[in-house]
C-alpha cells in the first residue's frame, strides 16, 4: 500500500518546526502506541538472538544505528487480531499491524525501479502494514574492532593425565590458527570422556589439503603432531589431537555437538583482515561454490542456528550480502536430517569477495542485477514476502533507552510504536499563561513527524486553555489533509500536548 502525502505533510517531515527537547522544561508529554511481536520473535540480546519472552531489563539490544542500548522495560499483553508475517533474504519476523519497521517505501515510477532510484529515497520508520514486497528495509552492520595478539590457553592439564604432551599457555592469533578455529567449527568434534579426551576432524577423503593444512597449523601453534586414518570404504579421513588439554579448552571455546557450536566474542569483533582466515577455514570446511553453473553460487550449511547467525555477521563486515534459508527436519531413506541453516552468496561482488578470501578465481561474465546493497556499515535490502493471518495470544514489546530500536534476526524494530515527547516553556502574559517556547522528538514513521511538528507551531504562543482545543481535525487540515489509515497520528499527536500541559499543571 502506497500512502500519498500532501505536499505541507512532506515538508514538516523533511524540515520539521521546533524539533529537540527543552532543559527543565515546564511540561512533558510522552505518548505511543502499544506494538508488540509474538513470543518466540528472536531479537539480538546481549551477544545472541534470543526470544523476546526471554528479554530482561538491563539487558543490552542490538540497535538500528548498530549502538548497544539497555532494556528499560518489557510489556507482555494479550492480543487478537491480525498478525504479519515479513520476510527478506535474512530472514522474517512476525508482528502487529502497527509496528514500525526502519525502511523505505518505493514509490510508482519507472525511476524507482533501479538501484540508482531506489538509492535517493529517505528511510524512516513505516508501519508493518504499510509496507509491500519489493520495499527496502535496512539492516545495521556492526563494525566494532578490537584486535587481539595472543590467546592464553587457560585450562589446567588434569593431575591424572600422563599421556598429553605439555602445551603452551599462550599462543599468537595468526591467520594459520584462526583458519584451523574454521575447520573445527565446520568439521571438528571433541570425545570428553575419562581418560579419552581428544579433538578428531572427520573430512572427505579427497580433502586431502585440509588435513595437511590441519597438521602443519597444530605443530606450528601447539608442538603437536596429529594422527590421520583414511577410511576408503567411508570415503572418509579422520584427523586426529590427542591432547585432552587442547580437547577441553576448544570445547569452552566453542561448545560441542554441531547443534551447539557457536564463535567466541573476541573473534566477533577482530579485524575483518583476520576474519578472513576464520571464514575461509569455515567454508572449507562445510561450503561449496560453483562458479560454472549459470547464477554462480556459493554456500554453507550448519544445523547450528547461533553459528549461522555469527557467520551472517562476519560476512556483512566483509561487504559480502548473504542469504539465509531454513531447511525443516526430514527423514529419508538414509538418514534423519536435522533442521539446518542453509547461507547461500549469490551477488555477483559479494560471491567475487568470498572467492578472494578462498583464494579462488572467479571471473564474472554476466551482468549484476542489484536488489541488495552496502553503505555507510547499513544494509538495504527488499521484502521478499508477505504473510497476514489471525492470532490470539500473548505478545511483548521493549522499551530501549537512547536508541528506542531493537534489532531481530532481519529487520529493525522500533521499540513502542510512534513514540512523542512534547516539551513545553510556560510563561505569563497578564491573567494568562502562554505556552512560550514548544519543542518535540518523535520516533515514528512520516505523518507522525509531520503531526507532531505541525501541532507544536499551532500550540505556540497559544494560551493552555487554547492549546488544550487543537484538536486531530486541526491538526490534519493545517497539514492539507493525512491519509485515512495515518489519522491516529494526528491524535497521538494532540495527546501528547495536552500530557504535557496536565503535567506542566501538576508540577505547579
Excluded at 567466541?264 to 561450503?287: A, C, H, N, T
Excluded at 514476502?385 to 528506542?404: P, Q
Aim: proline fraction near 4%; glycine fraction near 6%.
Amino acid at each position: 500500500m502506497t500512502l500519498k502525502y500532501s505536499k505541507k505533510v512532506m515538508q514538516n517531515f523533511m524540515h520539521p518546526k521546533n524539533m529537540g527537547e527543552i532543559k527543565n522544561a515546564d511540561g512533558i508529554g510522552k505518548i505511543g502506541n502499544p506494538t508488540c511481536l509474538l513470543p518466540d520473535e528472536k531479537i539480538f540480546i546481549d551477544k545472541e538472538f534470543r526470544e523476546i519472552r526471554k528479554a530482561e531489563k538491563n539487558h543490552l539490544v542490538l540497535s538500528h544505528d548498530a549502538s548497544k542500548n539497555k532494556i528499560i522495560g518489557k510489556f507482555p499483553r494479550n492480543y487478537k487480531g491480525e498478525i504479519i508475517t515479513l520476510r527478506n533474504q535474512l530472514g522474517e519476523i512476525t508482528l502487529t499491524p502497527e509496528h514500525l519497521i526502519y525502511s523505505a517505501i518505493i514509490p510508482k515510477g519507472d525511476r524507482f525501479k533501479r538501484i540508482i532510484g531506489k538509492k535517493t529515497l529517505i528511510p524512516a520508520w513505516h508501519h508493518s502494514e504499510q509496507l509491500k514486497k519489493g520495499d527496502i528495509v535496512l539492516y545495521p552492520i556492526p563494525k566494532i574492532k578490537k584486535d587481539i595478539k595472543f590467546l592464553k590457553i587457560n585450562i589446567k592439564k588434569s593431575k591424572w593425565d600422563f599421556k598429553s604432551k605439555k602445551i603452551p599457555s599462550k599462543i599468537s592469533v595468526t591467520s594459520g590458527l584462526l583458519r584451523l578455529f574454521g575447520y573445527f567449527l565446520s568439521e571438528g568434534n571433541i570425545q570428553d570422556k575419562p581418560s579419552k579426551t581428544y579433538i578428531s576432524f572427520s573430512l572427505n577423503i579427497k580433502e586431502t589439503e585440509i588435513a595437511k593444512d590441519i597438521e602443519k597449523i597444530v605443530k606450528k601453534s601447539f608442538n603437536l603432531d596429529v594422527k590421520t586414518k583414511e577410511n576408503p570404504k567411508k570415503n572418509t579421513t579422520v584427523v586426529f589431537i590427542y591432547n585432552s588439554q587442547l580437547a577441553r579448552w576448544f570445547k569452552k571455546l566453542f561448545g560441542n555437538g554441531a547443534q551447539n557450536k557457536y564463535l567466541p566474542d573476541f573473534m566477533m569483533v577482530l579485524p575483518i583482515k583476520k576474519q578472513e582466515s576464520l571464514i575461509e577455514g569455515l567454508w572449507k570446511g562445510d561450503g561449496c561454490i560453483n562458479t560454472k553453473r549459470i547464477g554462480a553460487r556459493a554456500s554453507y550449511v550448519t544445523i547450528s542456528y547461533y553459528l549461522a547467525q555469527q557467520l551472517k555477521f562476519l560476512l556483512l563486515r566483509q561487504g559480502i550480502i548473504p542469504s539465509i534459508y531454513v531447511e525443516k527436519e526430514k527423514m529419508s531413506k538414509w538418514a534423519n536430517h536435522k533442521k539446518a541453516y542453509r547461507i547461500h552468496v549469490g551477488q555477483r561482488e559479494s560471491l567475487i569477495k568470498l572467492c578472494k578470501i578462498l583464494n579462488m578465481n572467479y571471473s564474472p561474465k554476466s551482468y549484476e542485477s542489484i536488489s541488495s546493497w552496502i553503505d555507510k556499515d547499513i544494509l538495504y535490502t527488499s521484502i521478499t514476502k508477505i504473510e497476514k493471518r489471525c492470532y490470539k495470544g500473548k505478545v511483548y514489546n521493549l522499551e530501549v533507552e537512547k536508541s528506542h530500536s531493537f534489532v531481530s534476526e532481519a529487520f529493525c524494530l522500533h521499540n513502542c510504536g510512534d513514540i512523542m515527547w512534547v516539551y513545553i516553556k510556560v510563561s505569563k502574559k497578564g491573567k494568562n499563561e502562554i505556552i512560550k517556547d514548544i519543542k518535540f522528538k518523535t520516533f515514528g514513521c512520516m505523518a507522525a513527524i509531520a503531526t507532531t511538528s505541525m501541532i507544536t507551531q499551532l500550540a505556540k504562543g497559544k494560551t493552555l486553555e487554547q492549546a488544550k482545543k487543537i484538536s486531530r481535525d486541526d491538526v490534519a487540515k493545517s497539514l492539507r489533509g493525512l491519509p485515512p489509515i495515518k489519522m491516529h497520528c494526528s491524535n497521538l499527536a494532540s495527546d501528547a500536548l495536552k500530557l504535557a500541559i496536565e503535567n506542566y499543571k501538576k508540577r505547579k
